[in-house]
T-cell receptor, first 114, second 114 residues
Framework: GAGVSQSPRYKVAKRGQDVALRCDPISGHVSLFWYQQALGQGPEFLTYFQNEAQLDKSGLPSDRFFAERPEGSVSTLKIQRTQQEDSAVYLC????????????FGSGTRLTVV | AQTVTQSQPEMSVQEAETVTLSCTYDTSESDYYLFWYKQPPSRQMILVIRQEAYKQQNATENRFSVNFQKAAKSFSLKISDSQLGDAAMYFCAYRSADNNDMRFGAGTRLTVKP
């Protein structure tokens, strides 16, 4: 596609519910990133894929967070047993292999845990 | 670990005037890349300008330019002839040349007054 597409745009989850957030990167972009952006803050790195390989997951805040990209294109960020502190905007970005030209971001998913 | 600091939570500028947003960073690396991103209410992060640390010449993109002071670890953004559409959150970001971890500052909210 022309840009990075994320769905849903908004998600309200009850505490303890599992959620899945989808990211469809730009076609041909090898690298894919997930960021978490709390209200009034800058994005914080969660995880990075190169094709289907998850090369860095050091930013995932707990083992309740899980990301996958099984075919090297679409990625899903899953959060199990959601907590109120998980409420944030989750941004996905993609880039060519080295990413030195900058990343292209999607519009994010705003997750609210009630 | 690298950190990015934006010391101005909010800035205001009159339409058609010039404004400068500040950014400092901390790193022990010599090869890295710096970015300014704009985030309007739509939440999508839009790349404004990019600077390679090994280049002494300051990057410019139309009305946007940077003042890159490598020794001082400073990377400010100047917006000339400000327009109403420039109103947004602006984030400074650092990316090492050796890995894909892009780190963001906390952001500066820019208001443009007509």
């Amino acid at each position: 596609g022309a840009g990075v597409s994320q769905s849903p745009r908004y998600k309200v989850a009850k505490r303890g519910q599992d959620v899945a957030l989808r990211c469809d990167p730009i076609s041909g972009h090898v690298s894919l990133f997930w960021y978490q952006q709390a209200l009034g803050q800058g994005p914080e790195f969660l995880t990075y894929f190169q094709n289907e390989a998850q090369l860095d997951k050091s930013g995932l805040p707990s083992d309740r967070f899980f990301a996958e990209r099984p075919e090297g294109s679409v990625s899903t960020l899953k959060i199990q047993r959601t907590q109120q502190e998980d409420s944030a905007v989750y941004l996905c970005a993609s880039s060519l292999r080295d990413g030195l030209g900058g990343y292209t971001f999607g519009s994010g998913t705003r997750l609210t845990v009630v | 670990a690298q950190t990015v600091t934006q010391s101005q939570p909010e800035m205001s500028v009159q339409e058609a005037e010039t404004v400068t947003l500040s950014c400092t960073y901390d790193t022990s690396e010599s090869d890295y890349y710096l970015f300014w991103y704009k985030q309007p209410p739509s939440r999508q992060m839009i790349l404004v300008i990019r600077q390679e640390a090994y280049k002494q010449q300051n990057a410019t993109e139309n009305r946007f330019s940077v003042n890159f002071q490598k020794a001082a670890k400073s990377f400010s953004l100047k917006i000339s002839d400000s327009q109403l559409g420039d109103a947004a959150m602006y984030f400074c970001a650092y990316r090492s040349a050796d890995n894909n971890d892009m780190r963001f500052g906390a952001g500066t909210r820019l208001t443009v007054k007509p």
